[in-house]
T-cell receptor, first 111, second 113 residues
Framework: SQKIEQNSEALNIQEGKTATLTCNYT??????LQWYRQDPGRGPVFLLL?????KEKRKERLKVTFDTTLKQSLFHITASQPADSATYLC??????????FGDGTTLTVKP | NAGVTQTPKFQVLKTGQSMTLQCAQD?????MYWYRQDPGMGLRLIYY???????DKGEVPNGYNVSRLNKREFSLRLESAAPSQTSVYFC????????????FGSGTRLTVV
């Protein structure tokens, strides 16, 4: 069956460091992969989308890589700030128009 | 502000009661979705509508029905609520079927007692 694993439930890092979150998948051939941020009590907010034929995408302090051979995406936040503390969700999408979400990783950035 | 609006924000139901969750978007998006999120878990797709007039089942459709009333509105109905349907429900929309991120509403927190 299809499975999406996000590296760990919680990640704690020091302010200024780079946070790296992992999204691994099995039994899936996604056309694209998305990353979202979710704050407590709020809906997810779309951050980045990377397509299967793209290796890397950047947006300000965010960088996403996508390795379809390893079946893995890495999500990096450079120069992290306490305001980056949130839960981050990865989602895999197919050309059928649906996306499947991982359980999320909660990031805490300590001052 | 443009976006996805969900009502109500909170609801408590007794087992066996029915209710409809409302969702509207003003971004002229074609696709709309209903997800549920349980504590510590990711979002699971209940139903989706790729375009006005079409609806399809997602991963967990049992116990739910949907209506795509027009391009803007997509409602989710619980005919006979069960405690297992206690969850946070999110509506989302997307401009095209593929290749774009979702815009989510703020959610409806539903408790079935």
């Amino acid at each position: 069956s299809q499975k999406i694993e996000q590296n760990s439930e919680a990640l704690n890092i020091q302010e200024g460091k780079t946070a790296t979150l992992t999204c691994n998948y099995t039994n899936y051939s996604p056309a694209y992969l998305q990353w979202y941020r979710q704050d407590p009590g709020r809906g997810p907010v779309f951050l980045l989308l990377i397509r299967e034929n793209e290796k890397e995408k950047r947006k300000e302090r965010l960088k996403v890589t996508f390795d379809t051979t390893l079946k893995q995406s890495l999500f990096h936040i450079t120069a992290s700030q306490p305001a980056d503390s949130a839960t981050y969700l990865c989602a895999l999408g197919t050309n059928a128009g649906k996306s499947t979400f991982g359980d999320g990783t909660t990031l805490t950035v300590k001052p | 502000n443009a976006g996805v609006t969900q009502t109500p924000k909170f609801q408590v139901l007794k087992t066996g009661q029915s209710m409809t969750l409302q969702c509207a978007q003003d971004m002229n998006h074609n696709s709309m979705y209903w997800y549920r999120q349980d504590p510590g878990m990711g979002l699971r797709l209940i139903y989706y509508s790729a375009s006005e007039g079409t609806t399809d089942k997602g991963e967990v459709p049992n116990g739910y029905n949907v209506s795509r009333l027009n391009k803007r509105e997509f409602s989710l109905r619980l005919e006979s609520a069960a405690p297992s349907q206690t969850s946070v429900y999110f509506c989302a929309s997307r401009r095209e079927r593929d290749q774009y991120g979702y815009t989510f509403g703020s959610g409806t927190r539903l408790t079935v007692v």
